[in-house]
T-cell receptor
Framework: AQSVAQPEDQVNVAEGNPLTVKCTYS??????LFWYVQYPNRGLQFLLK??????LVKGSYGFEAEFNKSQTSFHLKKPSALVSDSALYFC????????????FGAGTRLAVHP | GAGVSQTPSNKVTEKGKYVELRCDPI?????LYWYRQSLGQGPEFLIY????????DSGLPNDRFFAVRPEGSVSTLKIQRTERGDSAVYLC????????????FGQGTRLTVV
């Protein structure tokens, strides 16, 4: 069965410092991976996706993610965190069923402190 | 509107009652998904529509849950004989349905069964 794991419930980082939110996956074959962000009282917003090609994927709001096949990871990164980045982040993998059904991780809460 | 619209935003119902949750997808999106997000967890897939038909309803937890999309646009998630365990945020998403594209999520309906 396909799955993603987000090993950290919460990540704390000071504003201006780099941030990393971790995600590992378990998929047979080539994975299609996504990151979504959820702000309070708002729906999930798409950040970026990896389908194929370059291992470093750039997305919205200055975020990027690095696909690492040998480590089965897809960590989300940003060079300089903003307080406004504080939110709940979800990693997801597309199901193999041939359509865009997503299997989500449990989420990681990012707290950026001034 | 430009995004996925879900109504109501909040619904409180008594145990044993029937509820309907509505989703209005982005115009032109043929694929529609329902997810359920319990507190502290990632969204869990319920059902997927391609056009009017339910192509995958494997995530529906039991036969109290049913969803329709009669004209291939608006969808309604129906829950009979609600139980306290049904309390969650119900998320709707839509996508173009072609290729590996991101899904666009609504703000969700927070269902509370008392």
């Amino acid at each position: 069965a396909q799955s993603v794991a987000q090993p950290e419930d919460q990540v704390n980082v000071a504003e201006g410092n780099p941030l990393t939110v971790k995600c590992t996956y378990s998929v047979s074959g080539n994975p299609y991976l996504f990151w979504y962000v959820q702000y309070p009282n708002r729906g999930l917003q798409f950040l970026l996706k990896y389908i194929t090609g370059d291992n470093l994927v750039k997305g919205s709001y200055g975020f990027e993610a690095e696909f690492n096949k040998s480590q089965t990871s897809f960590h989300l990164k940003k060079p300089s965190a903003l307080v406004s980045d504080s939110a709940l982040y979800f990693c997801a993998v597309r199901d193999k069923g041939g359509y865009n059904k997503l299997i989500f991780g449990a989420g990681t809460r990012l707290a950026v402190h001034p | 509107g430009a995004g996925v619209s879900q109504t109501p935003s909040n619904k409180v119902t008594e145990k044993g009652k029937y509820v309907e949750l509505r989703c209005d997808p982005i115009s032109g999106h043929t694929a529609l998904y329902w997810y359920r997000q319990s507190l502290g967890q990632g969204p869990e897939f319920l059902i997927y529509f391609q056009g009017t038909g339910a192509a995958d309803d494997s995530g529906l937890p039991n036969d109290r849950f049913f969803a329709v999309r009669p004209e291939g646009s608006v969808s309604t998630l129906k829950i009979q004989r609600t139980e306290r365990g049904d309390s969650a945020v119900y998320l709707c998403a839509s996508s173009l349905g072609q290729g590996v594209g991101e899904a666009f999520f609504g703000q969700g309906t927070r269902l509370t069964v008392v």
